[in-house]
């Protein structure tokens, strides 16, 4: 289970009304608990594995000691440390130390396959320097003194550190290739926002047992003009009763307005998989090429990172070791012959920084901010699209054509909350070469990025059924359906933190495996009360084209240095 997936999962069953009152206070008291969890369990945490020989020979046993590995000596119910070995031609002769067990230590073999975890704070490091002798017989020389002859030794274990296990839960827990202090920041950030911030929408699908969370509908739709549609793939959902169930739900402080959901289900074969672009154009996925070299735009190798949908995932670069304004993945492929068009996968998510950083964006409106969502509301849908791209905020697609990189399309923002899958069709016609170099882009942080595949682009055989609500009651009892099935200008509006609605959606005869697409359209409100003067110079130099990048990363650095002495106190 990824991390932040995990802290959302507990901290949403919270009532945020709680923690309206003293919330400053509180933020920062969790934001260090957090921090400090987070820094203990982590730097204190790494894995190691053992190395058997069965009947190992004179030579290994006299290597391992002449580097200084301390013996332990293991007969039954008897297990010692061992002062000093003197070998023999057949024969070891064992001068005994203090008793090896201690109550409450496993002092059982271990597996050749096990990996085990192991803590530096608590010694458990020792094992890395010990060697473990598991015997079947053995001549009491004296009281402290035990001869062994090299035929009864049965088994030999040393304990190495596991690299590749540390590494890997690292990357699990987001700290591959970035400190302990920036996974802490974005967990403070994530903190704040689930008390004080906003996301959009969140659908949930019904798997037979329980409603389980699939993701956020039209992220990023923060004002009237920028009502846009979203196509959210829905795995695992099943159908119970001649019906499909979903819910949608207001979690977090806005109010939202959904014009329209209905269901686009893809009958296809089995093993296939469907998705739907921003523009509502479903897509068969073809096989995915195999990358030649995928790497950051600092060099870095991102390709055990991006090359499967799993749990490793591309953060960002180091952020205490001059953080660019940009950052993003480069991937090269070489193409099929005859290739005309790609279809770019992607599984990613917004962080919960680029939330946290828009939300002190506004907070700089001070008493303003209402006037200035009024005005907002009147916007130009393209300016503020035009700005939005400008900023960096939306995850760009490039590709490299005639020595340069030339803008090609962008993903919509897709929130924090989950990765979504998404695909974009990029035309390569203008394209000679055999080696097909692309580009994502976007503000350091803004991106958590867990899979990209480029497939050769192949048309759909058939056009989706689409399934129409049947009913959408409300927590109060009411259907609202009837605001939902078209896109006109009827809302269900969900203007406060709890209002949920259960979908049902008829279900239809299954031919082969079927993918369903929740079809949405809406924007939201953001409910925000900043208060004080407004920083005027600060917001226009903000507005500026890439001074959002630098905004995000002076809070970046303001955050780091206010908490890197919780992360240097976890180090020592």
């Known amino acids: 289970m990824r991390l932040g997936n995990f802290l959302v999962t507990i901290l949403l069953t919270r009532q945020h009304n709680f923690f309206k009152s003293r919330k400053k206070t509180l933020l920062r008291g969790l934001a260090g608990v957090v921090l400090i969890f987070l820094v203990n369990f982590i730097s204190g945490c790494f894995y190691y594995k053992v190395s058997t020989t069965y009947q190992p020979p004179a030579q290994e046993m006299t290597r391992l000691s002449d580097l200084g590995k301390k013996f332990v000596i293991h007969d039954g119910m008897n297990h010692y440390f061992v002062r000093a070995v003197t070998f023999h031609e057949d024969s070891l002769v064992l001068e005994l130390g203090s008793p090896y067990y201690r109550a409450g230590d496993d002092i059982s073999p271990v597996s050749p396959d096990e990996v085990k975890r192991y803590k530096k704070k608590k010694g458990d490091a020792r094992l890395l320097n010990e060697v473990h002798l598991y015997i079947k017989q053995k001549s009491e020389i004296s009281e402290t003194t035990w001869g062994v002859p090299l035929s009864a030794i049965e088994r030999l274990d040393t304990y190495n550190h596991s690299s590749g296990h540390t590494t890997g839960y690292s990357i699990l827990f987001g700290i591959a290739m970035i400190p302990v202090a920036y996974v802490g920041i974005m967990l403070i950030a994530l903190l704040i926002l689930l008390m004080t911030g906003s996301s959009c929408p969140f659908i949930y699908t019904w798997n037979g047992e329980t ?26 959902l099943v159908e119970e009763d001649g019906m499909y169930k979903l819910k949608i739900a207001n979690q977090l402080e806005e109010i939202q307005h959904t014009n329209l959901l209905e269901l686009m289900v893809f009958d296809h074969a089995p093993g296939q998989e469907v998705l739907v672009d921003k523009y509502g154009a479903g897509h068969l996925l073809a096989p995915a090429l195999a990358p030649v070299s995928a790497h950051s735009l600092l060099g870095e190798n991102l390709l055990p990172l991006i090359e499967k949908d799993d749990d490793l995932v591309y953060l960002g670069s180091d952020p205490s070791k001059d953080p660019p304004l940009l950052d993003g993945v480069e991937l090269s492929y070489k193409l099929p012959r005859g290739t005309r068009s790609i279809d770019l996968v992607i599984s990613a998510k917004n962080s919960y920084w680029l939330d946290y950083v828009y939300q002190n964006f506004r907070e700089m409106l001070g008493a303003s901010y209402k006037m200035w969502m009024k005005k907002q509301k009147d916007g130009d849908p393209e300016q503020m699209t035009d700005w939005s ?17 030339v803008f090609q399309d962008y993903y919509h923002t897709v929130g924090p909350m989950a990765f979504k899958k998404d695909v974009l069709t990029i035309d390569l016609s203008g394209m000679d070469a055999e080696v097909l170099r692309i580009k994502l882009q976007a503000g350091s942080y803004f991106w958590e990025i867990d899979y990209l595949g480029a497939c050769p682009a192949q048309k759909l055989p058939e056009p989706p ?13 009411n259907n609202v359906a009837g605001n939902l099935l078209k896109d006109d200008a009827l809302y269900y509006v969900q203007p406060e933190i709890g209002n949920e609605a259960e979908l049902l959606f008829p279900a239809r005869d299954l031919k082969g495996e079927r993918t369903f697409i929740l ?13 004080g003067a407004p920083k005027i110079k600060a917001l226009k130099d903000i507005r500026k084209t890439g001074n959002f990048n630098r905004f995000s990363n002076e809070l970046m650095q303001k955050m780091l240095a206010e908490h890197m002495w919780v992360y240097e106190e976890g180090e020592k």
């Open 389 to 405: 791209l400008s900023q960096n905020i939306p995850l760009s697609v490039y590709l490299y054509l005639d020595g340069e990189w």
């Open 519 to 531: 079809h949405s359209k809406g924007y939201y409100d953001i409910v925000q009360d900043p208060k």
């Open 465 to 477: 059924k689409i399934l129409q609500l049947s009913s959408a009651v409300d927590e109060k009892g």
């Open 211 to 236: 409603y389980e969370f699939a993701g956020e509908i039209y992220s990023g739709a923060v004002y009237p003009p920028l009502e846009r549609h979203d196509y959210l793939l829905l795995p695992g």
